[in-house]
């Protein structure tokens, strides 16, 4: 089964600034990885899928790199409704699986 | 506009059963596979069970296997998840899931349902 661990835990920036996260797969799923963004008292909402396409609605800030086992979500300036927590998803086979979550607060 | 609404939550006892509902609309239902997630409150997301489009295929996390069932009902836009011999640790927050077609990520969620189990 496959394990995502998502770095860091929390990371905390200011509006206006870059942010970078990171899910690493315990082994290779290939281009199998999507992102969610989920804010306080809501479902989580599709991002990205296959590593790199923006879902229908995204913002352009959004943007999705990696293959293998590293992969990272950047946004490329933070705007207020961007500070939420994020999850790294991929599937193999029927089995899916997430990652622990980096939670995106402001500093 | 895809909407997915669950129903059915509540407190249940371990050991009891408890159903969750899911109403789809805004798409055609036999058309997509369709998936229960969990969250764990304050946790993360878990994956709980995926029914093909069909309704002939099931697949379900080791965590629930032998104790819960997905099934659908695409005449009524209906996904459900019977959670038989339930435990503390399933208490959560169901999310129904659309997987996008062709996809192999879930693009469309419900605002999700709070089973609680306890004594």
């Known amino acids: 089964e496959v394990v995502l661990t998502q770095s860091p835990a929390t990371l905390s920036l200011s509006p206006g600034e870059r942010a970078t996260l990171s899910c690493r797969a315990s082994?290779?799923?290939?281009?199998?990885l999507a992102w969610y963004q989920q804010r306080p008292g809501q479902a989580p909402r599709l991002l990205i899928s296959?590593?790199?396409n923006r879902a229908a609605g995204i913002p352009g800030r959004f943007s999705g790199t990696g293959s293998g086992t590293d992969f990272t979500l950047t946004i490329s300036s933070l705007e207020p409704e961007d500070f939420a927590v994020y999850y790294c998803?991929?599937?193999?086979?029927?089995?899916?699986?997430f990652g622990q979550g980096t939670k995106l607060d402001i500093k | 506009e895809v909407r997915l609404v669950e129903s059915g939550g509540g407190l249940v006892q371990p050991g009891g059963s408890l159903r969750l509902s899911c109403l789809a609309s805004?798409?055609?239902?036999?058309?997509?596979?369709m998936t229960w997630v969990r969250q764990t409150p304050g946790k993360g997301l878990e994956w709980v069970a995926t029914?093909?489009?069909?309704?002939?295929?099931?697949y379900y996390a080791d965590a629930v296997k032998g104790r819960f069932t997905i099934s659908r009902d695409n005449s009524k836009n209906t996904l459900d998840l019977q959670m038989n011999s339930p435990r503390v640790e399933d208490t959560a927050i169901y999310y129904c899931?659309?997987?996008?077609?062709?996809?192999?990520?879930?693009?469309?969620w419900g605002q999700g349902t709070l089973a609680a189990v306890s004594s």
């Open positions: 998803q991929s599937r193999s086979g029927w089995v899916f699986t």
């Open positions: 082994q290779s799923v290939s281009s199998s």
């Open positions: 296959d590593t790199s």
């Open positions: 805004g798409f055609t239902l036999n058309t997509y596979a």
């Open positions: 029914i093909s489009g069909t309704g002939a295929d099931a």
């Open positions: 899931a659309r997987l996008g077609y062709g996809s192999r990520s879930f693009d469309y």
